[in-house]
C-alpha cells in the first residue's frame, strides 16, 4: 500500500495550493479518504473528508470555505484545494484511508505573512 502526497510549498498569504495523494495497493474507490496536518509542536488534527463516491464531504471549521477535497476514482486520487492561505496553515498535510492505518509521508506546507 502507498499513499503519496505531492504538490506542497512556500506561498504567501492569500495565496493558493493544490495538494495531490496518489494512492496504490489497495482498492482505493471503496474507502474514505482524509486529509489531515500537523503544525511544528502540535498534533496532527482533522482537515477534510470525502466518501467513497465522492458525493459527501466534510470539513474542519478552521478550514470550510477555503479548502476543497475531491477526488478521482479513476486515477486512485484525491485532492485537496487550498485557498486563501494564512500562515496558521503552515503544516505538514498527510492523506490517509478512513479507518486504516494507511498514511502517506506527508507534504509540506509553508504560508508567509
Known amino acids: 500500500v502507498q499513499l503519496v502526497e505531492s504538490g506542497g510549498g512556500l506561498v504567501q498569504s492569500g495565496g493558493s495550493l493544490r495538494l495531490s495523494c496518489a494512492a496504490s495497493?489497495?482498492?482505493?474507490?471503496?474507502?474514505?479518504m482524509t486529509w489531515h496536518r500537523q503544525a511544528l509542536g502540535k498534533q496532527r488534527e482533522f482537515v477534510a473528508q470525502?466518501?467513497?463516491?465522492?458525493?459527501?464531504?466534510y470539513y474542519a471549521d478552521s478550514v470550510k470555505g477555503r479548502f476543497t477535497i475531491s477526488r478521482d476514482n479513476g486515477k486512485n486520487t484525491v485532492y485537496l484545494q487550498m485557498n486563501s492561505l494564512k500562515p496558521e496553515d503552515t503544516a505538514v498535510y498527510y492523506c490517509?484511508?478512513?479507518?486504516?492505518?494507511?498514511w502517506g509521508q506527508g507534504t509540506q506546507v509553508s504560508v508567509s505573512s
Open positions: 495497493g489497495f482498492t482505493f474507490s471503496h474507502y474514505y
Open positions: 470525502i466518501s467513497a463516491g465522492g458525493g459527501n464531504t
Open positions: 490517509h484511508a478512513y479507518n486504516t492505518n494507511y
